[in-house]
């Protein structure tokens, strides 16, 4: 059975850093490329970052390019997602996600989720 439980989320302030945590099982993680979305009350789930396989491939969306940094640790089945200089539409319900196939920006590229983490960011 393949589960990912994301955790880490909190209410911060503009300006601070939490880092996400997305534990795999079911899965060899290190045979699998990564994704994080977010999910904004009202809006649709957005790509935010990307990692490959190996670790060594990653990718972002532009509004977190320089304050977000995707990772992995095969060993501990974990994904992280480190996230400073938070700002206020960085508000969102955090998803990580195991990939398929397909455009690595898109939903439903991807075939397993989390249940997310809630990140607020207050000003």
């Known amino acids: 059975q393949v589960q990912l439980v994301e955790s880490g989320g909190g209410l911060v302030q503009v300006g601070d850093s939490l880092k996400l945590s997305c534990a795999t099982s079911?899965?060899?993680?290190?045979?699998?490329?990564m994704g994080w979305f977010r999910q904004a009350p009202g809006k649709e789930r957005e790509f935010v970052a990307w990692?490959?396989?190996?670790?060594?491939?990653?990718t972002y969306t532009d509004s977190v390019k320089g304050r977000f940094t995707i990772s992995k640790d095969d060993a501990k089945n974990t994904v992280y997602l480190q996230m400073n200089n938070l700002q206020p539409e960085d508000t969102a319900v955090y998803y990580c996600?195991?990939?398929?196939?397909?455009?690595?920006?898109?939903?439903?590229?991807?075939?397993?989720w989390g249940q997310g983490t809630q990140v607020t960011v207050s000003s």
């Open positions: 990692i490959s396989w190996s670790g060594a491939g990653t």
């Open positions: 996600a195991f990939y398929n196939s397909g455009h690595s920006r898109y939903v439903s590229s991807y075939d397993y």
């Open positions: 079911g899965r060899t993680l290190s045979r699998y490329n």
